[in-house]
């Protein structure tokens, strides 16, 4: 038996089903399922949105549910299904291996320009190897740069090397250690140095890169210019080329007149 038969299968003029509820079927009925995706699609990464899996899987029961489920049951007893779930099995690792380079290889590929920044840390100082005020001054800059441009990605946890030094240092000294805690924290800084107003314009994410974690805020541009306060003194930065630029009152409204119109 072979996926020819789906093929011709598809083809047929009948009326369309509702979207299949794959919950109902077993192992060897979705091991069918994601072959026919992937043999439709010729790409094993197909299998990483299952949504998509079950839009082809109803594309393919147009001749109603029951004729598939008699297509799942002459596959799964046909002599080569054994063999189709090893060869799956091979592929779905094969799949993960891609996926873990992909997300290295995605990292890799990064680099510092007008939308995406690396920081070590927000607070930790790898050179004195103490704690630093000064940086979590340097964080709120670069999310006001990035407001007051075209938004932009903060990356915490690498430095401009792109060693992986993860947030471990930083979250210690956090009352509450762990994610949650370094996402209120990135609100904090946002709250106490640019507007409470703007916190809604971040949302913070966390992926791990060789066992270390990496923070990843993603800054939308704001509707208005922002402002950084600190010590009694407001400071307006824009985003320019891979640094974070500070204007003076001039050039700050030049800038809005023509960023803003």
């Known amino acids: 038996m072979s996926l020819a038969f789906v093929k011709r299968l598809k083809r047929k003029e009948i009326k369309r089903y509702p979207l299949l509820n794959t919950d109902s079927f077993s192992d060897a009925d979705l091991w069918l399922i994601t072959s026919i995706a992937v043999a439709e699609t010729g790409d094993m990464l197909i299998l990483k949105d299952m949504n998509e899996v079950k839009k082809i899987a109803e594309e393919y029961s147009i001749a109603g549910l029951s004729e598939l489920q008699l297509l799942i049951e002459e596959y799964r007893t046909s002599e080569n299904f054994m063999l189709l779930l090893e060869q799956k099995m091979n592929e779905a690792s094969k799949l993960a291996g891609e996926m ?17 920044e690396f920081k070590s840390s927000i607070e930790w100082d790898y050179k004195q190897n103490k704690p630093n005020k000064d940086l979590i001054v340097s964080i709120a800059k670069t999310i006001a740069g990035f407001m007051n441009a075209d938004g932009g990605r903060l990356i915490i946890g690498i430095d401009d090397d792109k060693n992986i030094l993860g947030l471990e240092k930083d979250i210690s000294l956090l009352k509450k250690q762990n994610e949650d805690g370094f996402q209120l924290k990135i609100g904090e800084i946002v709250s ?48 320019t080329g891979n640094s974070t630029q500070q204007l003076n009152t001039k050039e700050a409204t030049a800038y809005i007149k023509k960023h803003w119109k």
């Open 100 to 116: 873990i380079r992909e997300k290295k290889t995605g990292l890799e590929a990064l680099r510092e320009d007008e939308t995406v």
């Open 192 to 239: 106490n140095y640019i507007g409470k107003e703007h916190a809604q314009l971040i949302s913070t994410s966390f992926e791990d890169y060789d066992g270390k974690k990496v923070a990843s805020v993603q800054v939308k541009k704001a509707s208005e210019p922002v402002y950084v306060e600190n010590k009694d003194t407001t400071h307006f930065f824009i985003r």
